[in-house]
């Protein structure tokens, strides 16, 4: 993983001062665990996770909110404040600081999407099939979400059907027994594939 984090902490930025890292996938696919660790590999970068931008009624169409509150702040080289959403209470809280760190880590279905792609200096996707991961995701949340997955599945397939991320990944990350194997993407240079673990010291390899 430290190797990872020292290929993205080399790249030029992407967002004023900051290198934002766009890392997408099926929901339930284990996008929040990898940004975790990617995040611990970064010595403690801020993650993004774009659960807090979405709402019920703003499945997908958060696009203007997440400009407002968070890229235009970071272009400029500002702290964004952004207003997380609460899923059980179906309601905004209080804004919530995000500072212009040299890496920002932005997590979440759409993390790759066509508006946010300029401002990404790469975009990772985590590679489990759509099925196995709204699999995850509903044992994960239970009964009590069975509605809400049943909905969301029909809208992520909406979603990736007109304005898809994996094509545009530079970067594909699958989870091992033991850690993730990390290869070159759709839109990335064909370098060797490693098998990544917490452990990885750095290296010339991803």
């Known amino acids: 993983m430290h190797e990872l984090a020292a290929r993205l902490r ?9 290198r934002l890292i766009g890392i997408d996938g099926h929901a339930g696919s284990g996008k929040s665990t990898f940004a975790a660790r990617l995040a611990e590999a970064l010595d403690g970068a801020p993650v993004l996770h774009l659960d807090d931008i979405a709402s019920h009624t703003e499945l997908f ?12 702040p970071l272009s400029r080289g500002e702290t964004a ?6 899923w059980r209470t179906r309601r905004f809280g209080p804004p919530l600081p995000l500072r212009p760190a040299p890496v920002v880590l932005v997590e979440g279905v759409g993390a790759g999407r066509r508006a946010l792609r ?12 759509p099925a196995e991961s709204w699999a995850r995701g509903r044992s994960r949340d239970g009964e009590e979400q069975r509605e809400f997955w049943d909905g969301w599945v029909a809208a992520e397939r909406s979603h990736f059907a007109t304005d898809p991320s994996r094509p545009y990944a530079e970067i594909l990350v699958r989870q091992c027994e033991k850690g993730y194997e990390v290869l070159p993407g ?21």
């Open 10 to 18: 080399r790249l030029p930025a992407s967002c004023g001062p900051v």
């Open 61 to 72: 169409d958060w696009t203007g909110r997440l400009l407002t509150q968070v890229i235009e």
């Open 81 to 86: 404040h952004y207003t997380p959403y609460d």
């Open 118 to 129: 300029p401002y990404l200096a790469r975009l990772l996707w985590i590679d489990l099939p």
């Open 186 to 206: 759709p839109a990335g240079t064909a370098e060797a594939s490693r098998i990544l673990t917490q452990s990885d010291r750095p290296s010339s390899l991803w």
